[in-house]
């Protein structure tokens, strides 16, 4: 579309005045504005700017009229939208501020600044449950952008505001947290659970992890005072033998949807040109391809590929998986194809661990290695390994590998402190997930 001189004439006056707003110069960038909106009078910036200053001067009618043009023109405008819900809130139109604000985040989740905004509305109409993601999200935003990190990365005018987010969320997510606990303290005492409270000590930031073995990173949530046991003997896994009877059974399937070339995909998800992929995955033969046919992906089951392996589905029925709603299991058939090389890197929990059933192992140097511990597969017999300590695998054959995949918890931990575990990391999940994460 070519541009108009008119158009064009519009745009340079609009930098000209936003040039003017970024040294300060406030009288003279309201004139500029003014004068732009006389030609250009649905224009989102002098409509916004100019509400500012009228609200500056204690003018809030003649704030809210230029507002509502600017979203009435731009009604996708989210710029428009917070101002909004800052003039509403002000006004004590908690309501339409929170209705603003909400549409500001709808439709740019990453928006932090109306984000904040939003939780403060939430917590002025007694929603704190609501108002915490709502901060922890905006907090997390800003400082992913090197904002809020100090107060010289704050905004004055919203540094009280940040700083009650940070306070808020600081103490209210220990007690929506440490409330899902309760029940089970209730049952069992405060003994049965310690392990799991010091994680989420830890997971608060309120305890170091103190790791007893360096080689071990955790990224999201350490369970303290289990063995550091990198790769787990045999016997604490007494389904194996049930498992390893089905190999066969596993494996038809596996050859035929694979064979169909139908269902798998990327285990790391989908890159794109920019994305590095080289820092996880490298092959210096060909392109690297670590590919997976899912039954299960971050805890959803995964209905199409199930389908079509009935028998592989109906034995994970029997076999006592880690499930915590929308984290786990992952289950899959993985495929590591010849010349590739997962680079080393650390797992999420050391609450679950990961078993490798091997389903086609070609000849050739290809292995797995877990904290220096170096594991060749053997087709038909498991293993499980702790993937919070480094580990990468290599397959420098001349053929493909197979392995089928799956979770399962640590063993070292009981039954009660599963079940705290389980609501506890799905109730952290759902935090995260309101708060835009």
Same mark, same amino acid.
């Not at 992913?144 to 100090?150: A, N, T, V």
């Not at 089970?184 to 005492?189: A, K, Q, S, T, V």
């Not at 007893?212 to 369970?223: A, E, G, H």
């Given at each position: 579309m070519n541009t108009t001189p008119a158009s064009t004439a519009a745009d340079e006056r609009r930098a000209a005045a936003l040039a003017l707003v970024a040294q300060g110069r406030v009288a003279e960038a309201e004139r500029a504005f003014g004068e732009l909106l006389r030609d250009q009078p649905d224009d989102a910036d002098a409509l916004n700017f100019l509400a500012i200053c009228a609200h500056g001067r204690g003018e809030a009618d003649a704030a809210l009229e230029l507002l509502g043009r600017a979203q009435a023109e731009h009604p996708a405008d989210t710029t428009t939208l917070t101002n909004l819900g800052v003039l509403h809130r002000e006004r004590g139109r908690l309501e339409e501020a929170q209705a603003a604000l909400a549409e500001a985040v709808r439709i740019a989740p990453r928006s932090y600044v109306a984000r904040l905004r939003l939780g403060e509305v939430l917590e002025a109409r007694g929603r704190l449950g $609501?108002?915490?993601?709502?901060?922890?999200?905006?907090?997390?935003?800003? $400082?992913?952008?090197?904002?809020?990190?100090?107060?010289?990365?704050?905004?004055?005018? *919203?540094?009280?505001?940040?700083?009650?987010?940070?306070?808020?969320?600081?103490?209210?997510?220990?007690?929506?947290?440490?409330?899902?606990?309760?029940?089970?303290?209730?049952?069992?005492?405060?003994?049965? *659970?310690?392990?799991?409270?010091?994680?989420?000590?830890?997971?608060?930031?309120? *305890?170091?992890?103190?790791?007893?073995?360096?080689? $071990?990173?955790?990224?999201?949530?350490?369970?303290?005072? *289990?063995?550091?046991?990198?790769?787990f003997a045999r016997e604490l896994f007494p389904w194996y033998e049930a498992l390893e009877a089905q190999t066969e059974v596993i494996g038809e399937e596996m050859r035929a949807v694979y064979a169909a070339d139908g269902g798998f995909e990327p285990f790391l998800g989908h890159f794109d040109d920019t994305s590095p992929l080289a820092a996880h995955l490298r092959n210096e033969r060909d392109k690297p391809v670590w590919d997976a046919f899912f039954f299960f992906r971050h805890g959803v089951r995964n209905d199409a590929n199930a389908a079509r392996c009935p028998r592989t589905t109906a034995i994970l029925e029997t076999l006592p998986l880690c499930r915590i709603r929308e984290h786990s299991p992952e289950v899959c058939f993985s495929v590591l194809t010849a010349g590739s090389h997962i680079l080393p890197h650390h797992g999420v929990t050391n609450t679950r661990v990961v078993t490798h059933l091997p389903l086609v192992v070609p000849e050739g140097d290809l292995a797995l290695a877990v904290a220096g511990q170096v594991l060749r597969w053997q087709e038909g017999r498991c293993f499980s390994f702790d993937d919070t300590f480094e580990h990468e695998a290599w397959n420098r054959s001349d053929a493909t590998r197979v392995v089928m995949l799956l979770d399962a918890w640590n063993p070292h931990l009981d039954e009660i402190e599963r079940e705290a575990i389980t609501a506890l990391i799905s109730g952290i999940g759902d935090f995260n997930r309101a708060a835009g994460l």
């Open positions: $609501q108002a915490l993601p709502a901060y922890f999200g905006a907090i997390n935003h800003a $400082q992913e952008l090197g904002l809020w990190l100090s107060d010289a990365t704050t905004d004055a005018p *919203l540094r009280p505001l940040v700083k009650h987010a940070m306070r808020a969320v600081a103490a209210g997510r220990r007690m929506l947290f440490a409330a899902l606990l309760t029940p089970l303290r209730e049952r069992h005492g405060d003994a049965a *659970l310690a392990r799991v409270g010091r994680g989420l000590a830890i997971y608060l930031g309120e *305890l170091a992890p103190d790791f007893p073995d360096p080689r $071990q990173r955790p990224k999201f949530f350490y369970v303290p005072d *289990l063995p550091p046991t990198p790769v």
